[in-house]
């Protein structure tokens, strides 16, 4: 039998930015609060702790980020990138509110890179938090501990019990816990091995999970079953290109790998199969993950000489190394001599530019798929190969909210006192696509406005 717990005014269930967002603003306005998170106390902050910078809006320059991103290109930005599909209304607000994060932040202690101290790439889009996601998710929780939010680690909700549209407890183990309103803040789905095993089938073998293990998708597989409007795809998914030898959960942002420019990528016949210097820096990566989705056995190697090796990004594991294509080829697993005659016919179809000195005019002729930047010759030994898997970021699948972040039912009506920020909703937002520092942005809007819905609902005034 279910033990029926004492009652906040409010209950957040997650860990990360949104559902820290939501407790602190619940708890300001003089709700009582539990946050339940499913992670242990050492692996709090959900995906948020990988996280490094969030976009925001501004008109002038701030000691966090240089020049100005004015709401219109933050808008037209949103639109590119969703092909149009982002919700109009919603994307207004996430525009508009973004403008206060840096206030709201510093408030709350939360502290940003300067954007001149010389650690940072030029970013007038996005703000770096100082120490990372780590450091902002701890900030974030000694504040909602100073608020009198009354946070429990190991706590999974696995379902929510409704009356009608109306949240009545949430169920977590043997508990029973009622709350005037409850703020479902618990991330995205993207780390459901049967969910993805629907959508990709035997290939989602092959994908290693980027975030938190604990994001499971069970509330919002429960909310859907109940009614709730469903928004995106289940089965599209933002991945980038990891190394094959990281953990297959919560590697974080140290696994990735960049530098396809800079030499080859082959699947495990040696075969080249995309044009390596199509992709602008900011997109590559990311556009290998999808592409790696679609190699045979979902593995690829990026191949490097001693020369691309110099010039690559650095990369968390040393990549295998031989003297020569054959051997490194025997050591990777890859095809020895298809990869051998992959790489001279690469080299024997480059064309010199007139001016060689500069690497982004060096293209290939006459070979399929062409590399058409970066295409210098690959002939210094030792030759390097990193294995390549596609890693998971988030899927693009969520609830549907209205702007004041109340779930909204498949038959037009609402939750009355059910709130959904972060993961959980941003595929109203990004139904497809993704400009960096945008899921950090719509948890701490759409996790404030949740949290100031939740208090003003539980409170009396809504
Ligand atoms: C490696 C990596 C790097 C990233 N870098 C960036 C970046 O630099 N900028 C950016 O904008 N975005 C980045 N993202 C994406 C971004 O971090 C997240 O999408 C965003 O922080 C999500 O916030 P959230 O609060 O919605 O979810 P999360 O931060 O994932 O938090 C979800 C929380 O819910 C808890 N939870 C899950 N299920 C339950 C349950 N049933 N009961 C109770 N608790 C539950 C989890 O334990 C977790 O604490 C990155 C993601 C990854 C994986």
């Known amino acids: 039998m279910p033990v029926l717990e004492s009652k906040p005014d409010v209950l957040v269930v997650g860990g990360g930015v949104a559902a820290l967002a939501a407790a602190i603003e619940a708890a300001r306005l003089g709700a009582s609060v ?62 508009s509110e973004s403008r206060d994060l840096p206030r709201w932040l510093a408030d709350q202690g939360v502290a940003l890179q300067r954007a001149d101290d010389g ?9 770096f938090f100082l120490g990372g996601g780590m450091a902002a998710v701890r900030a974030l929780y000694d504040r909602a501990h100073a608020l009198g939010v009354q946070v429990r680690h190991d706590a999974p909700v696995s379902a929510l019990r409704l009356d009608g549209t109306r949240v009545r407890a949430a169920l977590g183990g043997q508990r029973l ?17 049967d969910l993805l095993r629907e959508h990709w ?63 080859i990528v082959v699947d495990a ?12 820096a900011s997109t590559r990566y990311a556009r290998w993950g999808q592409r790696l989705a679609a190699f045979p056995g979902q593995i690829g190697w990026l191949v ?26 025997q050591q990777a697993g890859i095809d020895g001599p298809k990869l051998a005659a992959t790489l001279t016919e690469y080299n024997a179809r480059i064309v010199q530019p007139d001016d060689p000195t500069d690497p982004s005019r060096w293209r290939t002729a006459g070979l399929e798929p062409p590399k ?53 909703m941003a595929a109203n937002l990004i139904p497809r696509g993704y400009v960096s520092g945008l899921a950090v942005t719509i948890g701490l809007v759409f996790g404030r406005i949740a949290g100031r819905e939740a208090a003003a609902y539980a409170l009396g005034g809504t």
């Open 34 to 95: 539990r946050l339940l998170d499913a992670a242990p106390r050492e692996l709090m902050g959900g995906n948020t702790r990988h996280s490094r910078n969030f976009r925001y809006a501004h008109s002038a320059p701030t000691p966090a980020t240089p020049d100005s991103y004015l709401e219109d290109d933050f808008r037209a930005d949103l639109l590119r990138a969703t092909e149009g599909l982002a919700h109009p209304v919603l994307s207004d607000l996430l525009v």
């Open 119 to 127: 650690n940072l790439p030029y970013s007038r889009r996005t703000a």
């Open 177 to 193: 816990m009622s709350a005037g309103a409850f703020v479902l803040a618990n991330g995205g789905a993207h780390a459901a091995p």
């Open 201 to 263: 089938g035997d290939a989602a073998e092959g994908f290693l999970n980027r975030g938190t293990p604990w994001g499971r998708g069970e509330l919002l597989r429960g909310l859907l079953a109940q009614g709730a409007q469903a928004v995106g795809d289940p089965g599209l998914l933002y991945l980038v290109a990891v190394d094959a030898r990281s953990p297959r959960e919560d590697g974080g942002i140290v696994t990735r790998i960049r530098g396809m420019p800079l030499g």
């Open 269 to 280: 016949m040696g075969r080249r199969r995309h044009d390596e210097g199509a992709d602008t």
């Open 304 to 329: 490097l000489d001693a020369a691309g090796l110099r010039a690559a990004p650095p990369a968390l594991y040393p990549p295998i190394q031989a003297g020569d294509p054959l051997r490194l080829a």
């Open 372 to 424: 058409s930047n970066y295409a210098l010759p690959m002939v210094e030994p030792p030759f390097s190969a990193y294995p390549m898997r596609p890693g998971i970021t988030f899927a693009h699948h969520g609830v549907a909210v209205d702007d004041r972040t109340r779930v909204r039912w498949r038959d037009g009506g609402y939750l009355d006192n059910g709130f959904a920020a972060g993961m959980i």
